[in-house]
């Protein structure tokens, strides 16, 4: 303009009065799409906080927020949805409270828990995107498998100091979370360490270094690549599917690398929810076990999701305590004799078939959460049976 002025939009009064004017603005928007979605944010530490927040803001419609931990006095200091009277309760909870007061409009769905151990696949079955606010390989390992079992795309996101990586993985068209990791990945695996690139004095101390300002960064480029996600249709894919984002808040460098996938990658299978047999609650697992008899012809063996601890025998005392329950979930001094304080060895099981004393029990006694999918095999033939019978997951989440 002559004067040197902005030039002023014809802004209609009534759209001003929309919640999400400005984002509709931008030409490719559907804002109905973002509330007609689902996403799931697991870990509600600061990552999760911003992740949360920004959805919201956003109008994403339904957020499922998971978290296993207790609210520190530390988190106050990177998480703004925290307060110094929420120490010692679930995290999960208290950030779905919070957000829900910052978005009426959003449904916030706490899910407290292990997210090994608490969702089952049809919870990311349900959702339309997953976003990662995780702190350790396992539970990185355990959604990448999730999600492409289910087809589900997901975003990764990693802080360190002022280091931080956004990574979007998309099954089946991209590599996955595993095709990126190395043996020393594994290996730090099998010795039950997370939290990458820290001392082993720090990780002994439970310290992990993140600032607020690396979290802010990294989960707005994630929820930014969640909401391109959720406008495939329009804009294609994603400027990070396959890649991951790499920046330096030190120095401000930033780059892009693209991961090629691996072939004999073990996350690369997926399951047919669609045509899966739905199962009630009151189903043992050995009535799973005769429904896939008959679906592929007798002697199946179902294929549990989660390594299961059988038992703990000690070969001192000969005494043999059931245990029943995922590995993952085992607690401290499981393998220590009550009677006579040996070491007990354990027996382990990835499968149920017959004779196996698992197939007395319902799913989720024995630590096999509502939602989750039981694969039947017969030699290559695979049946499959979803633990969702009694209605959606995320409805369940809620009336709890």
């Given at each position: 303009?002559?004067?040197?002025?902005?030039?002023?939009?014809?802004?209609?009064?009534?759209?001003?009065?929309?919640?999400?004017?400005?984002?509709?603005?931008?030409?490719?928007?559907?804002?109905?799409?973002?509330?007609?979605?689902?996403?799931?944010?697991?870990?509600?530490?600061?990552?999760?906080?911003?992740?949360?927040?920004?959805?919201?803001?956003?109008?994403?419609?339904?957020?499922?927020?998971?978290?296993?931990?207790?609210?520190?006095?530390?988190?106050?200091?990177?998480?703004?949805?925290?307060?110094?009277?929420?120490?010692?309760?679930?995290?999960?909870?208290?950030?779905?409270?919070?957000?829900?007061?910052?978005?009426?409009?959003?449904?916030?769905?706490?899910?407290?828990?292990?997210?090994?151990?608490?969702?089952?696949?049809?919870?990311?079955?349900?959702?339309?995107?997953?976003?990662?606010?995780?702190?350790?390989?396992?539970?990185r390992l355990f959604v990448n498998r999730s999600c492409w079992k289910t087809g589900t795309p997901w975003v990764d996101g990693a802080i360190e100091g002022l280091m931080g990586t956004v990574r979007v993985f998309i099954p089946p068209d991209t590599a996955c979370y595993e095709c990126t990791l190395g043996e020393r990945d594994f290996e730090l695996m099998e010795n039950r360490r997370s939290c990458a690139l820290l001392s082993r004095e720090e990780m002994e101390a439970g310290k992990v270094p993140t600032t607020a300002t690396s979290a802010g960064v990294v989960a707005a480029i994630e929820v930014q690549e969640a909401i391109k996600l959720l406008h495939r249709e329009r804009l294609g894919e994603p400027t990070l599917a396959g890649a991951g984002f790499h920046f330096s808040g030190l120095n401000h460098d930033s780059y892009v690398v693209g991961y090629?996938?691996?072939?004999?990658?073990?996350?690369?299978?997926?399951?047919?929810?669609?045509?899966?047999?739905?199962?009630?609650?009151?189903?043992?697992?050995?009535?799973?076990?005769?429904?896939?008899?008959r679906d592929l012809g007798g002697a199946a063996v179902l294929e549990l999701e989660r390594e299961m601890a059988l038992a703990a025998t000690c070969e001192r005392c000969r005494r043999e305590d059931w245990i029943g329950l995922p590995?993952?979930?085992?607690?401290?001094?499981?393998?220590?004799?009550?009677?006579?304080?040996?070491?007990?060895?354990?027996?382990?099981?990835?499968?149920?078939?017959?004779?196996?004393?698992?197939?007395?029990?319902?799913?989720?006694?024995?630590?096999i959460p509502r939602g989750d999918v039981i694969v039947a095999r017969r030699g290559m033939e695979r049946a499959f049976f979803r633990l969702d019978a009694d209605g959606p997951v995320i409805d369940s989440l809620r009336a709890r």
């Amino acid at each position: 303009m002559a004067d040197g002025s902005a030039p002023r939009l014809d802004l209609d009064l009534a759209s001003e009065n929309d919640r999400y004017h400005r984002q509709n603005l931008i030409s490719w928007w559907d804002q109905e799409k973002l509330e007609a979605a689902s996403v799931l944010v697991v870990g509600a530490g600061a990552l999760g906080n911003e992740l949360a927040k920004n959805l919201a803001l956003m109008g994403v419609g339904r957020i499922v927020i998971a978290d296993m931990d207790h609210i520190e006095y530390s988190n106050l200091a990177r998480c703004v949805f925290f307060r110094p009277e929420d120490e010692g309760r679930n995290k999960a909870t208290v950030l779905a409270d919070r957000v829900s007061e910052l978005n009426r409009d959003v449904e916030v769905v706490p899910l407290e828990g292990d997210i090994r151990l608490s969702a089952g696949l049809c919870l990311f079955d349900e959702v339309d995107v997953v976003l990662g606010g995780l702190d350790s390989r396992e539970a990185r390992l355990f959604v990448n498998r999730s999600c492409w079992k289910t087809g589900t795309p997901w975003v990764d996101g990693a802080i360190e100091g002022l280091m931080g990586t956004v990574r979007v993985f998309i099954p089946p068209d991209t590599a996955c979370y595993e095709c990126t990791l190395g043996e020393r990945d594994f290996e730090l695996m099998e010795n039950r360490r997370s939290c990458a690139l820290l001392s082993r004095e720090e990780m002994e101390a439970g310290k992990v270094p993140t600032t607020a300002t690396s979290a802010g960064v990294v989960a707005a480029i994630e929820v930014q690549e969640a909401i391109k996600l959720l406008h495939r249709e329009r804009l294609g894919e994603p400027t990070l599917a396959g890649a991951g984002f790499h920046f330096s808040g030190l120095n401000h460098d930033s780059y892009v690398v693209g991961y090629s996938a691996r072939e004999d990658c073990l996350s690369h299978d997926r399951y047919d929810l669609e045509g899966a047999t739905k199962v009630g609650s009151e189903a043992t697992l050995g009535d799973i076990l005769a429904l896939a008899d008959r679906d592929l012809g007798g002697a199946a063996v179902l294929e549990l999701e989660r390594e299961m601890a059988l038992a703990a025998t000690c070969e001192r005392c000969r005494r043999e305590d059931w245990i029943g329950l995922p590995v993952d979930g085992l607690e401290a001094g499981i393998g220590v004799c009550g009677e006579c304080e040996e070491t007990m060895r354990l027996s382990f099981a990835h499968t149920a078939e017959a004779g196996s004393r698992l197939l007395e029990s319902v799913p989720e006694a024995v630590g096999i959460p509502r939602g989750d999918v039981i694969v039947a095999r017969r030699g290559m033939e695979r049946a499959f049976f979803r633990l969702d019978a009694d209605g959606p997951v995320i409805d369940s989440l809620r009336a709890r």
